[in-house]
């Protein structure tokens, strides 16, 4: 299939496993094709994403708000949890930066899996790009399986931003139309 992707599309498919990456997620959802689709400033994504108030920043602080925010310091603290105390027995047991990256979890080299509902969005874009009589896949028919597929984390994010999914879908389907 990742052959009938245009180059910008496959920067966006890689985009996404940077994006997974930096936010030290050992899979590649949603999200990572959202954030990976408004890297790509001047594509029709990026400037209809714009235009209903999505930024990058946005996504990311949504992003954070779903799956968790980081551990407060002081709250801990507040209640009798040493975090360097922490920190110091655990890298004397399992080694130095033990701790580091989300969770506890290093960062993630090599090929970064795509979640099931990510790989969902790649066949929907497909199918998108099909339907619109195109040979194909860019990053309007990326983001139009993004909008079909309407229930990851993604959808979550832009739906909790106030946008219209189905009003974004008819607006992507128009451009990637002429």
Known sequence: MFERFTPEARQVVEGAQQEARELRHDRIGTEH???ALLTRQGTTSSTLLGRHGVTRAAVVTGVSRFTGPALDAEA???VGIDLDAVRSTVEAAFG?????GAGGRRTRTGHIPFTPRARKVLELSLREALALKSRRITDAHLLLGLLWEGEGLAAAVLHERGVDLLALRDEVRLAANS
């Open 33 to 35: 094709l959202l954030l």
């Open 76 to 78: 801990l603290t507040a």
């Open 96 to 100: 130095p930066g033990a701790l580091d």
